[in-house]
């Protein structure tokens, strides 16, 4: 990633938000999929708040935790012996396969 400038906290959130906001299919899923956990007992549409309200918190955290190990698993694969393992792995995997190909296999 070299000549590339890293962005702040900030602007990856909005980017996220504005990229979840502009996508049809959350919204689908919602419309679809949330009635059916709606009690008719109760008060309607304070349910269907608090499930959205829990569906948005669970989403939250999800991508808090993928964010917080992908920015891990960035800081592991950049030092030079886990790079150099990893091309070493790699090499080999495809040189088995390239082989298995030339076999028939």
């Known amino acids: 990633m070299r000549g590339e400038q890293r962005t ?19 919204g689908v899923f919602a419309v679809s999929v949330l009635p059916q956990f709606v009690t ?7 349910s269907t708040v608090a499930l959205g309200a829990l569906w948005a918190l669970v989403s ?7 964010t917080w190990a992908v920015d891990r698993g960035r800081d592991l694969v950049s030092r030079p012996t886990v790079l150099r393992g990893l091309n070493v792995t790699t090499g080999v995997v495809l040189l088995g396969l390239g082989a298995a190909v030339a076999a028939g296999v």
Not at 8 to 26: H, Q, V, W, Y
């Open 8 to 26: 702040g906290r900030g602007e990856r959130c909005s980017a996220r938000t504005t990229d979840d906001l502009g996508n049809p299919k959350a």
């Open 60 to 66: 939250a955290s999800w991508y808090a935790l993928l």
């Open 40 to 46: 008719s007992k109760g008060p309607v549409f304070l």
